[in-house]
């Protein structure tokens, strides 16, 4: 398999891992499919990168998601803007939006946490996977062209020229 075919599946695998393992744990126990291990351990995969608290989840069956609305948003966003990317990604001309545009969409998910954390304000779940979706659809359009050009050697980023090592 050529490299832009191989970066096109683990790019996809990471995309769609990222919105339906945050949704295993909660179907898994929801249904009853049987001993608690395989839940437990996607659980554990999460809780260094949330905070796991079932009142700030979406619950399926009656059971919690592995992640909290805003980081499911997050995995949500990215899957979502992988999707869009491999759509555009032909008609950005640079192969990036402008890094202006990356600090505007994490900012309403910067200032809904931030509100919330400093008690002048109550988020509700849909409005943190909202913004989370948000901050999350932008990283694709950062993140893989800078994997592709890593991978390919193909210079796809605004302004950044690749150079062959003086090992080569």
């Known amino acids: 398999m050529e490299k832009r075919g191989l970066f096109a599946v683990?790019?996809?695998?990471a995309a769609l891992?990222?919105?339906?393992?945050?949704?295993?744990?909660?179907?898994?126990?929801?249904?009853?499919?049987g001993p608690d291990f395989l839940p437990a351990c996607v659980r554990f995969g999460y809780a260094n990168a949330c905070h796991q608290i079932p009142e700030r989840s979406f619950f399926l069956f009656g059971e919690p998601m592995a992640v909290c609305a805003r980081c499911y948003g997050i995995y949500a966003g990215y899957a979502a803007g992988t999707a869009a990317w491999f759509l555009l990604r032909k008609r950005l001309k640079s192969g990036t939006p402008k890094p202006a545009l990356f600090p505007v969409c994490l900012a309403p998910a910067a200032v809904d946490f931030m509100l919330s954390h400093l008690?002048?304000?109550?988020?509700?779940n849909g409005l943190r996977m909202l913004t989370g979706f948000a901050a999350g659809a932008a990283v694709p359009f950062y993140l893989l062209p800078a994997v592709l050009d890593l991978v390919t050697g193909v210079p796809h980023l605004r302004g950044v020229t690749c150079k062959k090592s003086p090992a080569n």
Do not use: D, M, Q, R
């Open 10 to 13: 683990i790019a996809w695998a």
């Open 17 to 33: 891992a990222g919105l339906l393992f945050p949704l295993v744990p909660a179907v898994w126990n929801g249904l009853g499919l």
């Open 119 to 124: 008690g002048l304000f109550e988020s509700s």
